[in-house]
């Protein structure tokens, strides 16, 4: 393995998860070789200084790893603000990065996959992005990490000449993808991953990952998945940025290592008929939710009455 990608995390002003994230994070059998920068954004509000705080006197502490650089941000960047200029950064300096958020636990061989998966495709350009996170579908037939054409960001990696075709410009998208190029962005029409992009045009929302999906998507790029996900987001409890807290896409974190990566650069078509299968459940789950829940005050309406 040739030297190790730097890990880098952002956090703001959750003490609780950047622990568990932390903790997880030092259990790595490759975190005491790996370099750790932390990003840690200023408090928004005067609420946050605080927390925000405390959160610092934290990491400030912590060791684990051949080394630790804490970048305290003197101004409120925002959440995608922050992880666009700080991955840059760290990204032009080292070739590659690995990259968390404040709310993601990581299986004891996350690193492992990652640097794996970052060495045996960095002269391959055509693969883009590597996910530590999968859906929670069935994967028999799927090996140990398939390629497909979304991304998830919930634990992932890249390298610089292919972060360099980043760009957050929902204009851009707007005035020159067709319909059909959206329904593919949005698999089908089973997840509505273009409703982001209208909703960051319209000021409704600030976020960075629709983009970056975005811009792989328009290079026609692979995204690496495992199998089985070696990450758990924790933060589906209405905590966080842009979080709610209900999370139908909880999956239980493998602990082996995952030595088998795919030969053939190409989309897994198992796969990714599955994860279109899981959105269109999640659609007809929430649906059937919301129709017993309309009988039920319908019914009560007509008994009051």
Request: charged share 25%.
């Given at each position: 393995?040739s030297e190790l990608a730097p890990i880098v995390l952002f956090v703001y002003n959750r003490l609780s998860h950047t622990q568990q994230t932390i903790e997880?994070?030092?259990?790595?059998?490759?975190?005491?070789?790996?370099?750790?920068?932390?990003?840690?954004?200023?408090?928004?509000?005067?609420?946050?200084?605080?927390?925000?705080?405390?959160?610092?006197?934290?990491?400030?502490?912590?060791?684990?790893?051949?080394?630790?650089?804490?970048?305290?941000?003197d101004k409120n960047l925002g959440l995608a603000a922050s992880i666009i200029s700080g991955v840059t950064e760290i990204i032009n300096q080292y070739g590659?990065?690995?990259?968390?958020?404040?709310?993601?636990?990581?299986?004891?061989?996350?690193?492992?996959?990652?640097?794996?998966?970052?060495?045996?495709?960095?002269?391959?350009?055509?693969?883009?992005?590597?996910?530590?996170?999968?859906?929670?579908?069935?994967?028999?037939?799927?090996?140990?990490?398939?390629?497909?054409?979304?991304?998830?960001?919930?634990?992932?990696?890249?390298?610089?000449?292919?972060?360099?075709?980043?760009?957050?410009?929902?204009?851009?998208?707007?005035?020159?993808?067709?319909?059909?190029?959206?329904?593919?962005?949005?698999?089908?029409?089973?997840?509505?991953?273009?409703?982001?992009?209208?909703?960051?045009?319209?000021?409704?929302?600030?976020?960075?990952?629709?983009?970056?999906?975005?811009?792989?998507?328009?290079?026609?790029?692979?995204?690496?998945?495992?199998?089985?996900?070696?990450?758990?987001?924790?933060?589906?409890?209405?905590?966080?940025?842009?979080?709610?807290?209900?999370?139908?896409?909880?999956?239980?974190?493998?602990?082996?290592?995952?030595?088998?990566?795919?030969?053939?650069?190409?989309?897994?078509?198992?796969?990714?008929?599955?994860?279109?299968?899981?959105?269109?459940?999640?659609?007809?789950?929430?649906?059937?939710?919301?129709?017993?829940?309309?009988?039920?005050?319908?019914?009560?309406?007509?008994?009051?009455?």
């Amino acid at each position: 393995m040739s030297e190790l990608a730097p890990i880098v995390l952002f956090v703001y002003n959750r003490l609780s998860h950047t622990q568990q994230t932390i903790e997880a994070l030092q259990k790595n059998e490759l975190a005491s070789e790996s370099e750790l920068f932390i990003y840690s954004d200023a408090a928004k509000t005067a609420q946050d200084i605080e927390p925000v705080e405390t959160v610092r006197s934290y990491i400030n502490k912590i060791d684990g790893f051949k080394k630790i650089t804490i970048i305290e941000r003197d101004k409120n960047l925002g959440l995608a603000a922050s992880i666009i200029s700080g991955v840059t950064e760290i990204i032009n300096q080292y070739g590659k990065v690995i990259v968390l958020e404040d709310d993601l636990v990581t299986s004891p061989y996350f690193l492992t996959f990652m640097n794996n998966a970052l060495d045996s495709y960095k002269d391959e350009p055509k693969v883009m992005h590597v996910s530590g996170w999968n859906y929670p579908i069935d994967t028999q037939d799927l090996g140990d990490a398939f390629f497909w054409y979304t991304m998830n960001c919930w634990g992932w990696a890249t390298w610089d000449d292919r972060w360099r075709y980043f760009k957050k410009d929902p204009d851009y998208l707007v005035k020159t993808w067709s319909k059909k190029k959206i329904k593919a962005f949005n698999l089908g029409g089973n997840y509505k991953f273009w409703r982001q992009v209208l909703d960051n045009k319209s000021g409704k929302i600030s976020t960075w990952a629709v983009f970056w999906y975005a811009s792989i998507f328009e290079q026609k790029g692979l995204c690496l998945n495992p199998s089985h996900s070696l990450v758990v987001n924790i933060g589906h409890d209405g905590s966080g940025d842009n979080c709610g807290g209900y999370d139908p896409f909880i999956a239980k974190i493998i602990s082996k290592k995952i030595y088998h990566m795919p030969i053939v650069l190409e989309e897994s078509k198992i796969a990714t008929h599955r994860i279109k299968r899981f959105y269109w459940l999640l659609k007809v789950n929430i649906f059937s939710k919301l129709s017993r829940r309309i009988k039920i005050i319908l019914s009560k309406n007509i008994k009051d009455h």
